[in-house]
């Protein structure tokens, strides 16, 4: 057994080696010359294509000849002349064991298909990062790749993304399709930004999500932000301040120009005069010229906000305006004021809102429409000049009774003036005789009826309240006079003690003129010289003359416009009208060094205030008062009165108030209230919140729900958008009233 499997083993051996032996190759195979090798020739060097045989090219990258299809780094695949056979499918060229070679992608429809370093380009194919179809893969999100840095624009080259540093434009017709000519002067992709200005480039068109928000440059793309909603500033972040639309937007930006005006709304505006713009979403200062004093506004928007504006020329005629805000146009108090300064008339026929055209027997009657003559539907139509009837020659009045003009021969100024609509103007005309009562009357336009400029001599000439004695008095000596108490004898000179009882005002406004007292002091006007009981010497300011505040007496101040000229006035005292802009050669009212100047808009530094004992707390004032709220600190306010409708929550603030749910109102004339009803639903039909543009959104009025414009919300409810408005206060439409309001 052992035999047999040994001469197995020696003849395998044998058969092996003679195999082996059989395959050498031999020298005379090597040397015969009619045998033919495919092995290529060797390489040479060489800088083009030209210096290659048929089936080479030139080696960018090892600068010898090449076959067609070889490649030491993927860059030669893509040089000119280096033809080679690729798969049919969609994918990315790659040199791979020294050849070039299609790597066929798989389909994608985001960056999470694809593998690391690759991105999901614009033909849905998975391709690496750096190549492209076209330029618009260059910018698509997840493409990663380097670029040189310069001013330049992408583009795609032999299927890889760069920057073409020499390509500037100055226009977008310098710019491809589908690119535009950015900030730093090159063509980009539409869509594309380096800055936030280039996303509102004129011909970068691109899509945007459909949401309120604003514009963004996030990762070299324009993208919109949308906005969360908002009720307050404090709902949005730093650099964001909640616009009327109720969203959170950055600051500067703007849907409406009342935006620009909306209190946490910061931005820069460059220092000229203008008029404040929303142009492009954002707020700017239009500074291409200020408005002329009386440039005509005729078709301009101010807004639907209800805001007082003024009177100013629309086409030629002074027209009263609101709105949201002045946008640099000049507006003036009255419509008197408004012709005399722009030299306008109001139209000499036209009537009404209408226009309409009176009839020759027919005048424009004060309540707006055309009137037969002799008939009336106001006393004020019976003393229109255009209203032609029998009037007797004496000075007096004209009296509307039963529709039918009548003339009675008397004083004119006291005509009544009870149910004349002297417009919606805050402003004060003067004091007029109302029913059987003086009082101060506020409008747009006196009308053409006489006003007085105080109470007193309103009801003196009027024949309304007065003395026992017919208004005839003596002057006693020392303060004492004939006349009832709280009326002052002002005699007819300072040498003659007869004189006229006069009722003394209990407070006085700026309106009228510098009189000089007996007393050798001069007074604002004639109310502040009978509220002090001192006879007129003579109209204007008293000789006296000083240059600074320690030339008169402890209770007056040094009013000197012209330098070494000036007169002693009267300190005004605790509750007198002080600061403002009076009438040239008039002096502001100061108060006295113990008082401040309170209740001036922050934003109206210009209008008039009221002279308050200041206060730190409740304590600091007297009883019957607390320590209320003013513009720059707190001063002492008499119980139950106001200035913003915080003061009726102070607690030491007593006024008396029905045992209910409900919330409390600071009305018209500065007086605290209490409303039944519900506390986020406040009908402020009625109440002033100032003449300042910022939009403090939409209340309860009027029986509706409107956007409101004011200085500050002085503590009452407002709703971000009309439609959360109606959900709190009732719906449909504002049909529904709020619950202190329903039957």
Known sequence: MNVYRHTWIAGWLL???????????????????????????????????????????????????????????????????????????????????????????TGCSSNDDCAANEYCNGSGVCA???????????????????????????VCTNNQCGVDCTVGCSSNDDCAANEYCNGAGSCAPDGSCGALDDCSMDGNNYDVNDCVGNIECAEGQCTMICSTGCSSNDDCA???????????????????????????????????????????????????????????????DFGACEMVLGWAPANGVCTFFSGCGEQGYTFHETQEACEKACGTTPPLQGCGPNNEICNENEYCGYTGSCQLMEKCMVDADCAHPGNLYNKPKCFGIGLCTNGMCDWDCGVAACQNVGGVDFGPCDAEIGWMVVGEACIMVSGCDPKGFETFDTQASCEQQCELGGTTNDGKCFQLGDGADTCDAGWFCDSLSCDIPEGQCVQVPDMCTAIGFLNCGCDGKTYSNECYRIKAGVSKDHDGPCTTSCTQDTDCTPNQWCYNPNPNDGTCIEYKQEGDECGGYPPPGTPIGKCDPGLVCADIPANLPDAKGVCRPPCATDNDCPINQ??????????????????????????????????????????????????????DCQDVTGIVFGSCTQFLGYAWKDGECKGISGCNDQGYTFFASKAACLSECGGGGGNMQPPDKQD
Request: charged share 20%; hydrophobic share 30%.
């Open 128 to 154: 690496a990062d750096g190549s492209c179809g076209d330029v618009a893969d260059c910018s698509a999100d997840g493409n990663e790749y380097d670029v040189v840095s310069c001013e330049g624009t992408l």
């Open 15 to 105: 058969l092996s080696l003679l195999l082996v032996w059989g395959c050498e190759p031999s020298d005379d195979n090597n040397t015969n010359p009619d045998v033919q090798t495919d092995a290529p020739p060797p390489p040479s060097n060489c800088t083009s294509n030209d210096e290659c045989a048929d089936n080479q090219f030139c080696s960018a990258t090892s600068g010898v000849c090449e076959m067609d299809g070889v490649c030491k780094l993927v860059e030669d695949c893509a040089v000119a002349g280096n033809d080679y056979p690729v798969d049919d499918c969609e994918g990315t060229i790659d040199c791979i064991q020294g050849q070039c070679t299609m790597v066929c992608a």
């Open 238 to 300: 730093a650099n964001e301040y909640c616009d009327g639309s109720g969203a959170c937007a950055a600051d500067g930006s703007c849907m409406e120009i009342a935006d620009c005006s909306t209190d946490g709304n910061e931005y820069d505006l460059p220092a000229c005069e203008g008029s404040l713009i929303c142009a492009d979403g954002l707020c700017a200062m239009d500074c291409t010229g200020t408005p002329e004093p009386c440039a005509d506004v005729g078709g301009m």
């Open 626 to 679: 607390y320590c209320g709220s003013s513009t720059n600190e707190s001063v002492c306010r008499d119980d139950g009165t106001c200035w913003l409708k915080s003061d009726c929550d102070i607690a030491a603030n007593a006024y008396a108030a029905p045992l209910c749910l409900g919330y409390s109102i600071c009305d018209n004339q500065n007086q605290c209230g209490w409303i039944c009803g519900n506390a």
